[in-house]
């Protein structure tokens, strides 16, 4: 059984910047791609960015490209998402999310198979 606990949100200033963490059962980064997911306030998911198991290029959301960085460790289990220069729309909920089943391009947030519970990013003005 697959579980992801994601941690680090916490509320921050705009302009500030977040390390969130995501912890994995074991194999789970070896097995499949992984991911980042945020849900705003009041809208639907959507994917921050995504680490490829195949090696090709990571894949990042318009709205983030440039700020935020996606990185892991297998041998540490763990995914992490650095979020600077952030914004006030990027408060929500993120999800870690694990096994991109494909499908559509860009990436949708129902492409994934496995989710953690979440963590809340406030960014506040």
């Known amino acids: 059984q697959v579980h992801l606990q994601e941690s680090g949100g916490t509320s921050v200033q705009a302009g500030g910047s977040l390390k969130l963490s995501c912890v994995a059962s074991p194999g789970t980064i070896e097995k499949w791609s992984m991911a980042w997911v945020r849900q705003p306030p009041g809208k639907e998911r959507e994917v921050v960015g995504i680490?490829?198991?195949?090696?090709?290029?990571?894949y990042y959301g318009d709205s983030v490209k440039g700020r935020f960085t996606i990185s892991q460790d297998a041998a540490e289990r763990t995914l992490w998402l650095q979020m600077n220069a952030l914004r006030f729309e990027d408060s929500g909920m993120y999800y870690c999310?694990?096994?991109?089943?494909?499908?559509?391009?860009?990436?949708?947030?129902?492409?994934?198979?496995?989710w953690g519970q979440g963590t809340q990013v406030i960014v506040s003005a």
């Open positions: 680490v490829f198991h195949d090696g090709r290029e990571s």
């Open positions: 999310a694990a096994n991109w089943v494909g499908g559509q391009w860009p990436p949708g947030a129902t492409d994934f198979y496995y």
